[in-house]
């Protein structure tokens, strides 16, 4: 089919008075061509109108697409296996995308300017990675200079609040510096509530973003092309950094991940015609300091040691010192190491586990000397005096201490002071009716005794005929 081009060159031509034979000569085309182009009298090619198998079924094709939920490989079976019209799986495809059926034109990407220093982009990305010899998904985050493209990445089993404040602390570290804006995706991890421009961050990654020097932003809902600086980068570690390796730990794969970000940023581009680090050169001195010091990311657990002498962080088992067997104790975990203190005195320090197998870390100097045990707490005055208060105080003490376990402290104490309250007679009764039925709630208890107080020390005499009369001073 001749171009519209051409066929406005035959009507001019014709125009000017040329013949059907010296048009033809003189374009290089069939004297029939000319005088069809003629007789159409029109710039403008005719579109080619050919009969399509599948029209009249386009009702069919579309129920079916409804129902096989978009999947045009189960249209076609249906089509087949139903008999409505026998039709290949490229003709179907070709006729749904022509007619708009579960096909939607593409449309034009923007452009994005960001000048030096401006803006750099955060997001997280899922991908299956062999750490300790077996396949396990981890959560790989990256952080991207916008001007410079300069990348940097890291592995987590998880991405919490905790290890997103750690990854980009981190990450302004390895860029010595921070832009003024950080784009993230919407993530739940940073935003409070809304999106795009409505975007209100959690107080706590503000706070930790201002410390940082920059402001959070993200982009609008459904418009993902805006952060493609940070998306960009993950297909590339994917199939290159990730190809055939594999790592002993997490501490191992962040090691390499960092040696590549090096190798990388320094690769010449051409896409830029320069290397990330020639870039980064004019990036930096746009770029906003860091504090001069700045405390290091931790998240606080309150823990009480077990009577193993350990603590739990993380599904993880951590030793302390043995005399601190039953204290409540402050743990912070931080990104590499467990540190606990008791008030403002640090008594413990771990390297922290990062594993899915449950570990046991255990120091030797919070064990006791070899061949001896831990030395006896020495008992509490509310233990002796019980002790010494014979039956039933003594036995019911003794078992109250092993039924609450590490509140015995405090389940003493009130047992001591009930016994001082109350009177010995109804007292005793209370305990020895607790002891039989195995009672060592100290609630039911006291109100046991307070119901045998009240039947013993407030009945009405007998002689008394109206209990609301008032007693005469008559003898």
């Keep these: 089919m001749l171009d519209q081009t051409t066929r406005q060159t035959i009507l001019t031509l014709r125009e000017a008075g040329h013949g059907v034979r010296a048009i033809a000569r003189a374009l290089h085309i069939s004297r029939g061509a000319v005088k ?8 403008t090619p005719p579109m080619l109108e050919r009969a399509e198998k599948a029209a009249p079924h386009r009702d069919e ?5 409804a ?3 978009g999947n045009f490989v189960r249209v076609h079976e249906e089509l087949l296996a139903r008999g409505i019209v026998t039709l290949s799986y490229p003709a179907l495809t070709a ?4 007619h708009g059926i579960g096909y939607e034109a593409p449309k034009p990407k923007g452009r994005y300017h960001f000048g030096p220093g401006k803006e750099m ?6 991908h299956d990675v062999d750490i300790g010899g077996a396949l396990r998904r981890v959560q790989t985050a990256s952080l991207v200079l916008c001007y410079s493209r300069r990348l940097f990445f890291q ?4 991405f919490t609040r905790f290890e997103c404040k750690v990854f980009l602390d981190d990450g302004v570290t390895y860029h010595d510096g921070s832009c003024e804006f950080c784009m993230i995706d919407n993530t739940h991890v940073v935003v409070l509530r809304g999106t795009g421009k409505e975007m209100v961050p959690v107080p706590e990654m503000e706070a930790f973003s201002r410390r940082l020097n920059y402001t959070f932003i993200a982009h609008e809902k459904g418009d993902a092309n805006r952060s493609a600086r940070v998306e960009g980068p993950f297909y590339f570690i994917e199939r290159n950094f990730l190809a055939g390796r594999k790592f002993a730990d997490f501490a191992d794969a962040n090691r390499q991940a960092r040696e590549w970000c090096d190798k990388v940023n320094g690769k010449f581009r051409r896409s830029l015609s320069a290397s990330s ?15 001069l010091w700045r405390p290091e990311v931790y998240v606080l657990h309150q823990r009480i040691i077990d009577l193993e002498g350990y603590i739990h962080v993380d599904g993880h088992i951590y030793s302390v010192p043995y005399q601190l067997i039953g204290k409540s104790v402050e743990v912070r975990e931080t990104k590499d190491k467990v540190r606990v203190f008791l008030g403002p005195r640090e008594v413990a320090v771990h390297d922290k586990a990062i594993s899915t197998v449950k570990q046991r870390k255990t120091l030797a100097e919070h064990r006791p000397p070899r061949g001896q045990h831990a030395a006896h707490a020495t008992p509490l005055p509310e233990e002796r005096e019980l002790a010494d208060a014979g039956a039933p105080f003594a036995s019911y003490a003794a078992t109250l201490k092993k039924r609450v376990a590490l509140r015995w402290p405090i389940a003493l104490r009130r047992l001591a002071q009930m016994r001082r309250d109350y009177p010995a007679a109804p007292l005793a009764a209370a305990i020895e009716s607790a002891a039989h039925y195995g009672l060592y709630d100290l609630d039911r208890v006291e109100r046991m005794i ?3 107080v009240a039947t013993a020390y407030f009945v009405v005499p007998a002689d008394r005929e109206d209990p609301d009369q008032e007693p005469s001073d008559e003898g």
């Design 277 to 291: 680090n020639e870039l980064y050169a004019v990036d930096r001195p746009a770029m906003r300091r860091l504090p």
């Design 95 to 98: 006729f749904c995308r022509k």
């Design 67 to 69: 129902s096989c939920k």
């Design 155 to 158: 592995f987590y089993p998880r």
């Design 61 to 65: 094709i579309l129920a079916l697409h």
């Design 121 to 126: 982009q955060h997001d997280t990305s899922p």
């Design 36 to 43: 069809a182009v003629l007789a159409d009298g029109g710039a």
């Design 450 to 452: 307070l119901r045998n």
